[in-house]
């Protein structure tokens, strides 16, 4: 997190969560090599035997496997957190708390890609695509141009 920015867009943050966690049960899916590795430390999570041997005999790869029921019942969210997994989400929400943005503080929506084509000059927005928002001081209702 400290070698990247941290988006203001939260849309694809849980998608990135999620493939953390599901790339980690791959890593740890092939830290076992074995067949026997894996019906044992699958067992040791809480698996059942039947579907433990199923899946360890299995000949899709581990990308594949790591979707599956078993390894998810197994390597279970909060077994990973246990093992020092950081959540992604976790953190964007204690850098950003409820009712932070420009979004929120905006009564219109806000714009985010520039005016033109590729390579076009810096145009300016039309006067009516000004947004405005609210600041309630003590003496009144005020409207304050962004722009």
């Known amino acids: 997190m400290n070698c990247y920015g941290i988006s203001e867009y939260y849309r ?17 899916w092939k830290q076992w090599r074995y067949t026997r590795t894996r019906v044992c430390n699958l067992l040791k999570l809480g698996t059942s035997g039947r ?7 299995s000949r899709k790869g581990p990308w594949h ?5 078993t390894t998810q019942a197994g390597m279970t969210n909060r077994w990973l957190y246990s093992e ?13 708390p409820p009712g932070y943005g420009p979004v929120t503080l905006m009564k219109c929506p806000v714009r985010t890609r520039m ?6 000059g810096g145009e300016k927005p039309p006067a009516t695509r000004l947004c405005y928002f609210f600041s309630i001081p ?9 722009f």
């Open 138 to 146: 003590a003496d009144g209702l005020q409207f304050k141009n962004l």
């Open 84 to 96: 020092g997994l950081i959540s992604v989400k976790e953190q964007w929400v204690k850098i950003h």
């Open 115 to 120: 005016w033109g084509a590729v390579g076009a």
């Open 65 to 69: 496997l790591s979707r599956t029921l």
């Open 51 to 57: 579907e433990a041997i199923l899946t360890a005999l």
């Open 12 to 28: 694809p943050i849980p998608e990135i969560d999620e493939w953390l966690r599901r790339r980690i049960r791959m890593c740890y």
